[in-house]
């Protein structure tokens, strides 16, 4: 036989063994086969395919210790909402504030901050990084995400979740923060609505009363200020179109994975 023709063979068989790895890595979660393939096939996503190519798909950003703390945890963006109905809120220390959660669901539902307490927690030191040019670390206390998802059921339609926030970006009270995450980053296990910051309830310059912390992509896709998640099946048709506020307005990357 040739040996061109077998190093072709062995190479074939290689990439083979490779791909099958991939496949089986990522359809270990049952519930999650039904996207895996439409988001390896379709173009627009190719980058971000060939990055959950490199990394493994259910890798954890680090995590930390106590020691590692950083003395402050600064606030960026938005350090209090100047909507009426978020400074109502604030005043009741958001005991009349609910998450909706709704979209692409089973069944609807809203919950109370003691509701979301009430639900299994997730305690992760990570470290922050904003791409103005500032890290921090922090120990955040949350609600794991698929927790929560659990609760209200997403049909298999649901590919993305979004987080719509109390804050207006423009001084005429419209363009409210948002940003959006896959589903795979939705089920991650660090992926929390955080409650607390440092052991203390969650401080209004970080997001009370409840942010999402994404540990393994930017400081921008950590929505503060949580009103509603809504599970949708494309991000075409929501406020923008590129699935965050800094997406929209600035182009920054939709996976801003680290
Ligand atoms: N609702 C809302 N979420 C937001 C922002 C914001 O302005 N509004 N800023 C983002 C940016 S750019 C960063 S770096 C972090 C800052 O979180 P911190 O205020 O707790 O430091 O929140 C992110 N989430
Ligand atoms: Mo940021």
Redesign the pocket.
């Known amino acids: 036989m040739n040996s061109d023709h077998s190093n072709r063979r062995r190479f074939l068989r290689r990439s083979l063994g490779a791909m099958a790895t991939l496949f089986v890595a990522g359809c270990d979660r049952l519930n999650e086969t039904t996207w895996f393939p439409r988001i390896l096939s379709s173009s627009e996503d190719f980058s971000r395919g060939v990055h959950k190519a490199l990394i493994p798909r259910k890798s954890m950003a680090q995590e930390f210790t106590e020691a590692d703390l950083s003395p402050y945890?600064?606030?960026?963006?938005?350090?209090s909402?100047e909507s009426r109905l978020y400074q109502a809120l604030a005043t009741d220390q958001f005991a009349n504030w609910a998450l909706r959660v709704d979209g692409l669901v089973a069944e609807t539902k809203n919950f109370s901050l003691a509701q979301l307490r009430a639900l299994p927690s997730r305690t992760q030191i990570t470290r922050?990084?904003?791409?103005?040019g500032?890290s921090?670390i922090?120990k955040w206390k949350g609600t794991p995400l698929a927790e929560v998802l659990h609760a209200v059921q997403p049909t298999p339609a649901a590919r993305f979740a979004v987080?719509h926030?109390?804050?207006p970006?423009e001084s005429d009270g419209t363009s409210?923060?948002?940003?959006s995450i896959d589903m795979d980053d939705a089920y991650h296990p660090q992926t929390i609505l955080a409650y607390e910051?440092n052991g203390n309830p969650l401080p209004i310059?970080?997001?009370a009363p409840l942010?999402?912390r994404v540990e393994r992509q930017?400081?921008?896709?950590?929505?503060?200020?949580?009103m509603r998640i809504e599970l949708v099946s494309s991000l075409e048709n929501v406020y923008g179109g590129k699935g965050g506020?800094?997406e929209d307005s600035n182009g920054y990357q939709w996976y801003a994975g680290i």
């Open positions: 945890f600064r606030s960026n963006g938005t350090a909402p922050h990084d904003c791409v103005e500032w921090a922090g987080f926030c109390a804050d970006m409210l923060y948002y940003e910051l310059p970080n997001g942010r999402l930017l400081g921008y896709k950590h929505a503060k200020y949580l506020y800094w």
